[in-house]
């Protein structure tokens, strides 16, 4: 009895602590709801999908780049100060950077031999 009671709290306890941890999503975009979703909802999505943005992640330098990037090539205009920093802000905070999940590469001396033939090979 007491161990179902103590699997009771323990239950209860980690729920709770789930709820207070989950972020709302717009179930439109997907999109974090926070300071400044709107925002990047309504400038972002003119030209590609929300899912562009919460699959990437980037510091505030990050998430700049991005943005003058697709101005230089994309079309994007200037944004406002304002605007470009409330974006900023909110990308920063929801998309932030992420510890790598991936392993670093094999040094030269650890992988194999390649055995096909490349553009440095003597014919």
Known sequence: ??????????????LSLTAATAQETDP?????????????????????????ITQNAGNKAV???????????QGLQILPGELEETILDYLSTHYGEKAP????????SQLPANPYPTLNDDD
Not at 28 to 52: K, N, Q, Y
């Open 1 to 14: 009895m007491r161990i179902a009671r103590a699997l009771s709290l323990l239950s209860a306890l980690l």
């Open 28 to 52: 439109d975009t997907g999109l974090i709801v926070g300071t400044g979703w709107r925002e990047v909802a309504g400038t972002c999505t003119e030209c590609h999908s929300p899912l562009l």
């Open 63 to 73: 998430w700049r780049s991005r943005i003058r990037w697709m101005q230089e090539t």
């Open 101 to 108: 999940s991936r392993r670093p590469p094999l040094p030269e």
